[in-house]
């Protein structure tokens, strides 16, 4: 898609909508192109993240007791007199 100057200044929001489902759109400024919107790929979850996610439930299985504490409700309501 083309947009002028001119439709950019009017219709940004709709032309980065555009961009964002993938449109490449060339903005063109008497009559030559001079610019171009794109999309930019949406961001993967990093492997340095799933390694650190993975790590984070190995520990948590490591120091888990099997036992349960009083739920926060329940110490919220010790507190109260409730």
Do not use: C, H, Y
């Not at 060339?26 to 961001?43: D, E, F, H, N, R």
């Amino acid at each position: 898609m083309t947009a002028t100057v001119e439709q950019t200044q009017v219709e940004l929001q709709r032309l980065i909508d555009l961009a964002q489902r993938g449109e490449e759109v060339v903005i063109t400024s008497q009559g030559k192109p001079v610019a171009k919107i794109t999309g930019l790929p949406l961001p993967r979850a990093s492997a340095d993240r799933q390694a650190w996610l993975a790590k984070l439930a190995r520990f948590r299985e490591r120091l888990a007791t099997g036992r349960n504490g009083a739920s926060i409700q329940t110490i919220l309501n010790e507190d109260r007199g409730e």
